[in-house]
């Protein structure tokens, strides 16, 4: 049940340029989340922005929000090499009960030295 | 150091046989789940845990099995019954499930190869 669809599914740019991806998704939601995840590791939390947010930042992470359009942006700023990894939307549908988070599929990022 | 942690590493299973995945928390979270993750893949939900004693099917349940009988782990069973297991299982935990308390801490990871 994928309810999360980023895009681009790859992505790869200079080390001092921004990176954006985006993400689509399909019902209401209470809330929506980014996530990192370097190559064969764990998934890190990034960010969280509420359905009643617009945007949020955190350090070189940009993060909007359109419940109009049932889409989000996830900017990162001035990136880095370090900044290559594998990045998740995760989405919690309103009304739904107790159920989990639902992640979409991923933007892999290159960020080349 | 609190976290959440998996073991072992790798893991080989030949043909047929059940296997275990251990996954462990300190961070005293009500909520556990497995996930499996094919290669360029997202996360697929397999089963997950809200409390002590319940757990729910996810979404690829088949051919897995769990049990919660402590707050600080959530085993996973891989039996012969999964037709293709090889794969990077993740466990993950978070305070509940209920929005609002939702942002996920993950392990690093048990990587899966049947032989």
């Known amino acids: 049940s994928q309810q999360g669809e980023e895009d681009p599914q790859a992505l790869s740019i200079q080390e001092g340029e921004n990176a954006t991806m985006n993400c689509s998704y399909k019902?209401?939601?209470?809330?929506l989340q980014w996530y990192r995840q370097n190559s064969g590791r764990g998934l890190v939390h990034l960010i969280l922005i509420r359905s009643n947010e617009r945007e949020k930042h955190s350090g070189r992470l940009r993060v909007t929000l359109d419940t109009s359009k049932k889409s989000s942006s996830l900017l990162i700023t001035a990136s880095r090499a370090a900044d290559t990894a594998s990045y998740f939307c995760?989405?919690?549908?309103?009304?739904?009960?107790?159920?989990?988070?639902?992640f979409g599929k991923g933007t892999r990022l290159s960020v080349i030295a | 150091d609190g976290g959440i942690t998996q073991s072992p590493k790798y893991l080989f299973r030949k043909e047929g046989q059940n296997v275990t995945l251990s996954c462990e928390q300190n961070?005293?979270?009500?909520?556990m789940y497995w996930y499996r993750q094919d290669p360029g893949q997202g996360l697929r939900l397999i089963y997950y845990?809200?409390?002590?004693?319940?757990?729910q099917k996810g979404d690829i349940a088949e051919g897995y099995s769990v049990s919660r009988e402590k707050k600080e782990s959530f085993p996973l069973t891989v039996t012969s019954a999964q037709k293709n297991p090889t794969a990077f299982y993740l466990c993950a935990s978070s305070m509940s499930v209920l929005a609002g308390g939702n942002e996920q801490f993950f392990g690093p990871g048990t990587r899966l190869t049947v032989l």
């Open positions: 019902t209401s939601i209470n809330n």
């Open positions: 961070l005293n979270h009500d909520a």
């Open positions: 995760a989405t919690d549908a309103r009304n739904s009960g107790n159920t989990p988070l639902v």
């Open positions: 845990s809200q409390i002590v004693n319940d757990f």
